[in-house]
């Protein structure tokens, strides 16, 4: 797998710490990390990852506005999301899948699978 | 007394008459004979007179009177001569004898009644000499008299006496008869018997006045006898008639009074009823409200009136719809018109209804009122407020959202902590505290598991989650769930024998995959090592049938109802414990009781178990292959060629019919997706092939299309029957394009592996009116196309087996596909060059991330009506 440059959005320092980690330490990917929506967009408009993996809980902000606001942007439009939540229903995957993301990883996810799971959700081979 | 009058009177006339004709009789004869008497008399005086004067001529002569004397001694002879004389010219008389008095002188000869005087002069020689007088008493004549009287008065008496005889004989002759009519008409008035008859007199008597009186009388009798038959008969027909009348009106009254007392009781009754009809309506704790045929309400009870917050007279005779109804149910959604369509009790339904300006959501439930002949007249709705219910129900959801979330949270930590630990990419981990990692990470994974099926069964059971249904391949749900499991099943050393049956059914495909996962998961888990797990299916025309059989120790009986229950696990000693929740057989219950289903177990301990779940196939879903869908078409001026051949193209079988009468037969044997009729308006008779069709129990559902060359806002009640209206004349595309519509053939092919895309899109697509068929793969794709020709194509690039270029490749050789609207939703940017090999029909490109649903669905839209502009295809709700 080649490398790729990822963003981690999180309000939850673990998660944050963990699954950089695993994306670092499984794939050698470059990871940054931001703890909240409004440090995703800026970090997105200045590091231009190839995908974003974004929580969907987060205080004030919470995915679902942070992915529209990113759509909304020209600069930031063309970036792949994830989704990142412990929402797992269907009818709540179904959701956010209507809104224009890419895929949805449920939490807790297995950090050895991980990458490969954004892989397939983003069609990255 | 008349009768004696009658008699008295007639024998008093003859008497009458007869003594007065004696009398005159007798009168006469005496006076005749007096005069004839005294004529005698008298001559027999002149005679003497004469004889005297004789002998005494010659004494006048001479003077002797002594002669004289002489000759009127002799008359001593004669007693009645009292007194003679004879008398010289002169002086005294010559002779007397008896008493000559004075009267003689001067006295007329005839004045005295007492005697009879003669003086006769005697001539001699012509020269009288002297007078002759004689005097006679009247003795002789008063002894005749008295004889002559004597005579009379015995010849009256003699007379009148048989006169009398004679009378009283004779007068019967008149009275008799007389009398007799007199007797019989006083007998007939007072017996008013008009059968009495007078009898005729003797025949000799015949023919007067009184026969014909009596015979005429008779005759009246007869008459007035056969009148008064005629009128006792009339009268007793009349009384017959009268006493018929008279009982009848009797009987009448009878019922009447009967009829009366009867109604007055159901009167009473249906108050009664009505009041207690009131009382339980009112009882009830549910809003209850009666709607008929028009929608308008016609009851209602206190506490559907309470929780509208209206009085119920001003419900009552207003309409459902616009009273009650907010403006996003449109009225096609409403359940009350839908059980008017189908005639079936409603799902339970929530929505919300207008009050005043703002709404409250009730749930409710309708059921029909089902007439004679299935005609509907309208409906009963069961409501309640479940403002409430929804307040904890959100709470709730909350909760377990909340809890869900914060639970995963930390967990999210654990689990990648010691999954990242275990893996030794942070360190060399020792082999004791690898395994210690290994049960700290199953445990977490068991644990997630659990929040997940708690929180599954949870949406399930609160029939949160809705299915997703879809036509789909039994077999490949079989084959999906056994790929699930397939590696569960290597590890354990366990065989999974597939029997698959090819068949659709309408259900929702993930679920039923995650039931038999489940199902086959329990299954492996109990079964020993070397044994198989089986999995077979059968289908009939309603039902479809799953069958997981295993090999195992089998469930305990008294256990088969139970462990459908949550966390009732089977005592599970001895099975290889794969960290199951215990929720995963109520799971399955849930999914199948919410498809409609019965789910159970069967065992023999020791000999394994078998588990079992039946769904119900939605009626008409059917293989395409196996049933083609017919259309059955009538046009009276037509040419149906180019059409036949259009709907053959795209999929159809059209069955032309040459006359209308053959349309009920037509569509009862061939069963067809649509009808398509060809009338002119609203006056066509013809429009009653329509309503046959609509009153028909078995052919109510087969959709109609009218064409026809009146606009459809002027078909009235006819708008109602169709299904859908094309103007007349119309040409092919546009009337195969509304066959398509109505039977449901609008369909879209989506091509996407990734299922919960699928989902997504199929339900954006749905609530659109779109019916899609969901491939996986390439392959899929090319089956599902060979199968049915769909009207568009949604294509993903990446694909298992035969990817999207590929896909279109094939496509491309086929007449029929080459030219069907494709759109291209693929994860990335597609290039110039690719895009020319991606062209179908009019084509579209979508990148994944960048469209939301609606504006996916809307370039889904614009395609089809690309192809078709003559029709829009319309959202159905």
Redesign the interface.
């Given at each position: 797998m080649q490398a790729r440059h990822i963003l981690i959005v999180d309000d939850?320092d673990?998660?944050r710490e963990?699954?950089s980690?695993?994306l670092e330490?499984?794939q050698g990917w470059e990871v940054n990390k931001a703890s909240s929506g409004r440090e995703a967009i800026d970090k997105a408009l200045t590091l231009k990852p190839d995908a974003i993996l974004l929580d969907v809980?987060m205080p004030e902000m919470d995915g679902p506005s942070t992915f529209r606001l990113l759509?909304a942007d020209a600069r930031t439009?063309?970036i792949?999301?994830i989704f990142l939540t412990?929402?797992?229903?269907?009818?709540d995957?179904?959701g956010f899948?209507?809104?224009?993301?890419?895929?949805?990883i449920a939490?807790?996810?297995?950090?050895?699978t991980l990458a490969a799971e954004i892989a397939e959700r983003?069609?990255w081979s | 007394m008349r009768a004696k009058s009658i008699q008295r009177k007639l024998q008093g006339m003859i008497m009458l008459t007869s003594s007065i004709v004696l009398l005159l009789a007798c009168a006469a004869f005496v006076v005749v004979d007096l005069a004839g008497a005294r004529y005698t008399l008298n001559r027999d005086l002149l005679s003497l007179a004469e004889i005297i004067g004789a002998n005494s001529t010659a004494p006048l002569t001479f003077g002797d009177r002594e002669a004289a004397s002489e000759v009127l001694e002799a008359l001593e002879s004669k007693p009645s001569i009292i007194a003679a004389a004879i008398y010289a010219n002169s002086g005294p008389p010559l002779a007397t004898y008896g008493a000559v008095n004075q009267q003689m002188q001067g006295s007329t000869l005839f004045g005295f009644m007492s005697r009879i005087e003669v003086a006769l002069e005697i001539v001699l020689d012509g020269e009288k000499i002297g007078t002759v007088y004689i005097a006679s008493d009247l003795r002789d004549f008063m002894t005749h008299l008295r004889q002559q009287a004597v005579l009379a008065v015995g010849i009256l008496f003699a007379a009148l006496l048989m006169a009398y005889l004679l009378a009283s004989r004779l007068q019967r002759l008149i009275s008799q008869p007389i009398l007799e009519l007199a007797t019989v008409a006083a007998k007939v008035r007072s017996q008013k018997d008009y059968s009495i008859r007078v009898l005729l007199p003797d025949s000799k008597a015949a023919a007067d006045e009184l026969t014909e009186l009596v015979t005429g009388f008779n005759q009246m009798l007869t008459e007035i006898e056969q009148r008064d038959e005629e009128l006792s008969r009339h009268r007793d027909d009349l009384e017959h008639q009268v006493d018929v009348r008279t009982a009848e009106l009797r009987s009448t009254n009878t019922k009447l009074a009967d009829a009366k007392v009867v109604a007055e009781s159901v009167a009473e009754l249906n108050a009664e009823l009505s009041r207690q009809r009131q009382m339980i309506l009112d009882a009830a704790g549910e809003g209850i409200m009666g709607v008929d045929g028009a929608g308008i309400v016609t009851f209602i009870n206190t506490t559907g009136a309470e929780i509208l917050r209206r009085p119920a007279e001003q419900l009552v005779g207003g309409s459902l719809h616009a009273g009650l109804h907010s403006k996003e149910l449109a009225s096609v959604d409403c359940p009350m018109c839908e059980i008017k369509r189908t005639g079936n009790r409603s799902a339970q339904t929530t929505c919300s209804v207008r009050i005043d300006s703002s709404t409250i959501p009730i749930e409710y439930i309708a059921t029909p009122m089902i007439e004679s002949e299935g005609w509907r007249s309208g409906g009963v709705v069961m409501f309640r407020d479940i403002t409430e219910r929804l307040a904890i129900e959100r709470m709730k959801d909350e909760f377990v959202s909340t809890v869900s979330h914060e639970l995963r949270t930390p967990l999210t930590s654990i689990r990648g902590a010691l999954g990242l630990l275990g893996s030794g990419l942070i360190g060399t981990v020792e082999e004791r505290a690898k395994r210690m990692l290994d049960i700290a990470i199953s445990n977490t994974d068991r644990l997630v598991r659990l929040i997940n099926d708690i929180l599954d069964l949870e949406r399930i059971e609160s029939g949160k989650v809705e299915l997703n249904k879809t036509d789909v391949n039994v077999a490949e749900v079989m084959e999906e769930a056994v790929l699930v499991v397939q590696a569960i099943a290597d590890a354990a050393g366990v065989a999974i024998v597939l029997e698959k049956v090819d068949a659709t059914a309408s259900l929702d495909r993930d679920r039923i995959v995650q039931t038999l996962t489940n199902l086959l998961g329990n299954a492996i888990k109990f079964s020993p090592r070397g044994t198989n797990v089986r999995l077979s299916g059968s289908v009939d025309q309603l039902n479809l049938t799953f069958r997981i059989r295993d090999e195992g120790r089998g469930v305990p009986v008294d256990q088969l109802d139970t462990i459908f229950e949550r966390f009732k696990q089977v005592d599970a000693s001895d099975s290889r414990d794969k960290g199951g929740s215990g929720l995963g057989l109520p799971i399955c219950r849930s999914i199948v009781a919410a498809h409609g289903g019965r789910i159970w177990a069967e065992s023999v301990e020791g000999q394994g178990s078998a588990f079992s779940f039946t769904l119900p196939r939605s009626a008409g879903v059917t293989a395409p292959s196996e049933s083609p869908r017919t259309v059955v078409i009538w046009s009276e001026n037509r040419d149906m060629n180019p059409i036949s051949e259009l709907l053959q193209e795209r999929g159809f079988t059209p069955v032309i019919i040459e006359s209308l009468s053959d349309l009920m037969e037509a569509v009862l044997t061939r069963r067809p997706d649509a009808v398509v009729l060809d009338l002119l308006s609203a006056s066509d008779p013809r429009w009653r092939f329509v309503e046959a069709l609509k009153r028909n129990e078995e052919t109510e559902t087969v959709p109609i299309i009218v064409a026809s060359s009146q606009p459809e806002v002027l078909l009235g009640r006819y708008v109602d029957l169709i299904a859908r209206w094309i103007p007349s004349p119309f040409n092919e595309r546009e009337l195969v394009d509304a066959v398509s519509t109505v039977s449901g053939s609008i369909n879209v092919l989506v091509i996407e592996d990734d299922l919960d895309l699928a989902g997504v899109i199929t339900a954006g697509l749905q609530a659109r009116g779109i019916h899609t068929v969901h491939a996986m793969t390439g392959r899929e794709a090319i089956e599902a196309c060979q199968r049915e020709i769909p009207m568009l194509v949604v294509l993903d690039l990446v694909l298992p087996e035969l990817d999207g270029f590929e896909v279109v490749e094939w496509m491309r050789t086929n007449r029929a596909l080459s030219s069907v609207p494709l759109l291209v939703f693929s994860a990335r940017e597609v290039s110039g060059s690719e895009q020319e090999r991606l062209r179908l029909g009019p084509t579209d490109f979508l990148i994944k991330s960048r469209v939301s649903l609606d504006e996916f669905a809307d370039t889904v839209m614009k395609l089809l009506n690309a192809v078709n502009p003559a029709r829009e295809i319309k959202n159905a709700s």
């Amino acid at each position: 797998m080649q490398a790729r440059h990822i963003l981690i959005v999180d309000d939850e320092d673990d998660i944050r710490e963990i699954a950089s980690l695993t994306l670092e330490l499984t794939q050698g990917w470059e990871v940054n990390k931001a703890s909240s929506g409004r440090e995703a967009i800026d970090k997105a408009l200045t590091l231009k990852p190839d995908a974003i993996l974004l929580d969907v809980m987060m205080p004030e902000m919470d995915g679902p506005s942070t992915f529209r606001l990113l759509q909304a942007d020209a600069r930031t439009s063309s970036i792949p999301v994830i989704f990142l939540t412990a929402k797992v229903q269907a009818a709540d995957k179904r959701g956010f899948l209507q809104l224009g993301v890419c895929g949805v990883i449920a939490k807790p996810f297995d950090p050895l699978t991980l990458a490969a799971e954004i892989a397939e959700r983003l069609s990255w081979s | 007394m008349r009768a004696k009058s009658i008699q008295r009177k007639l024998q008093g006339m003859i008497m009458l008459t007869s003594s007065i004709v004696l009398l005159l009789a007798c009168a006469a004869f005496v006076v005749v004979d007096l005069a004839g008497a005294r004529y005698t008399l008298n001559r027999d005086l002149l005679s003497l007179a004469e004889i005297i004067g004789a002998n005494s001529t010659a004494p006048l002569t001479f003077g002797d009177r002594e002669a004289a004397s002489e000759v009127l001694e002799a008359l001593e002879s004669k007693p009645s001569i009292i007194a003679a004389a004879i008398y010289a010219n002169s002086g005294p008389p010559l002779a007397t004898y008896g008493a000559v008095n004075q009267q003689m002188q001067g006295s007329t000869l005839f004045g005295f009644m007492s005697r009879i005087e003669v003086a006769l002069e005697i001539v001699l020689d012509g020269e009288k000499i002297g007078t002759v007088y004689i005097a006679s008493d009247l003795r002789d004549f008063m002894t005749h008299l008295r004889q002559q009287a004597v005579l009379a008065v015995g010849i009256l008496f003699a007379a009148l006496l048989m006169a009398y005889l004679l009378a009283s004989r004779l007068q019967r002759l008149i009275s008799q008869p007389i009398l007799e009519l007199a007797t019989v008409a006083a007998k007939v008035r007072s017996q008013k018997d008009y059968s009495i008859r007078v009898l005729l007199p003797d025949s000799k008597a015949a023919a007067d006045e009184l026969t014909e009186l009596v015979t005429g009388f008779n005759q009246m009798l007869t008459e007035i006898e056969q009148r008064d038959e005629e009128l006792s008969r009339h009268r007793d027909d009349l009384e017959h008639q009268v006493d018929v009348r008279t009982a009848e009106l009797r009987s009448t009254n009878t019922k009447l009074a009967d009829a009366k007392v009867v109604a007055e009781s159901v009167a009473e009754l249906n108050a009664e009823l009505s009041r207690q009809r009131q009382m339980i309506l009112d009882a009830a704790g549910e809003g209850i409200m009666g709607v008929d045929g028009a929608g308008i309400v016609t009851f209602i009870n206190t506490t559907g009136a309470e929780i509208l917050r209206r009085p119920a007279e001003q419900l009552v005779g207003g309409s459902l719809h616009a009273g009650l109804h907010s403006k996003e149910l449109a009225s096609v959604d409403c359940p009350m018109c839908e059980i008017k369509r189908t005639g079936n009790r409603s799902a339970q339904t929530t929505c919300s209804v207008r009050i005043d300006s703002s709404t409250i959501p009730i749930e409710y439930i309708a059921t029909p009122m089902i007439e004679s002949e299935g005609w509907r007249s309208g409906g009963v709705v069961m409501f309640r407020d479940i403002t409430e219910r929804l307040a904890i129900e959100r709470m709730k959801d909350e909760f377990v959202s909340t809890v869900s979330h914060e639970l995963r949270t930390p967990l999210t930590s654990i689990r990648g902590a010691l999954g990242l630990l275990g893996s030794g990419l942070i360190g060399t981990v020792e082999e004791r505290a690898k395994r210690m990692l290994d049960i700290a990470i199953s445990n977490t994974d068991r644990l997630v598991r659990l929040i997940n099926d708690i929180l599954d069964l949870e949406r399930i059971e609160s029939g949160k989650v809705e299915l997703n249904k879809t036509d789909v391949n039994v077999a490949e749900v079989m084959e999906e769930a056994v790929l699930v499991v397939q590696a569960i099943a290597d590890a354990a050393g366990v065989a999974i024998v597939l029997e698959k049956v090819d068949a659709t059914a309408s259900l929702d495909r993930d679920r039923i995959v995650q039931t038999l996962t489940n199902l086959l998961g329990n299954a492996i888990k109990f079964s020993p090592r070397g044994t198989n797990v089986r999995l077979s299916g059968s289908v009939d025309q309603l039902n479809l049938t799953f069958r997981i059989r295993d090999e195992g120790r089998g469930v305990p009986v008294d256990q088969l109802d139970t462990i459908f229950e949550r966390f009732k696990q089977v005592d599970a000693s001895d099975s290889r414990d794969k960290g199951g929740s215990g929720l995963g057989l109520p799971i399955c219950r849930s999914i199948v009781a919410a498809h409609g289903g019965r789910i159970w177990a069967e065992s023999v301990e020791g000999q394994g178990s078998a588990f079992s779940f039946t769904l119900p196939r939605s009626a008409g879903v059917t293989a395409p292959s196996e049933s083609p869908r017919t259309v059955v078409i009538w046009s009276e001026n037509r040419d149906m060629n180019p059409i036949s051949e259009l709907l053959q193209e795209r999929g159809f079988t059209p069955v032309i019919i040459e006359s209308l009468s053959d349309l009920m037969e037509a569509v009862l044997t061939r069963r067809p997706d649509a009808v398509v009729l060809d009338l002119l308006s609203a006056s066509d008779p013809r429009w009653r092939f329509v309503e046959a069709l609509k009153r028909n129990e078995e052919t109510e559902t087969v959709p109609i299309i009218v064409a026809s060359s009146q606009p459809e806002v002027l078909l009235g009640r006819y708008v109602d029957l169709i299904a859908r209206w094309i103007p007349s004349p119309f040409n092919e595309r546009e009337l195969v394009d509304a066959v398509s519509t109505v039977s449901g053939s609008i369909n879209v092919l989506v091509i996407e592996d990734d299922l919960d895309l699928a989902g997504v899109i199929t339900a954006g697509l749905q609530a659109r009116g779109i019916h899609t068929v969901h491939a996986m793969t390439g392959r899929e794709a090319i089956e599902a196309c060979q199968r049915e020709i769909p009207m568009l194509v949604v294509l993903d690039l990446v694909l298992p087996e035969l990817d999207g270029f590929e896909v279109v490749e094939w496509m491309r050789t086929n007449r029929a596909l080459s030219s069907v609207p494709l759109l291209v939703f693929s994860a990335r940017e597609v290039s110039g060059s690719e895009q020319e090999r991606l062209r179908l029909g009019p084509t579209d490109f979508l990148i994944k991330s960048r469209v939301s649903l609606d504006e996916f669905a809307d370039t889904v839209m614009k395609l089809l009506n690309a192809v078709n502009p003559a029709r829009e295809i319309k959202n159905a709700s």
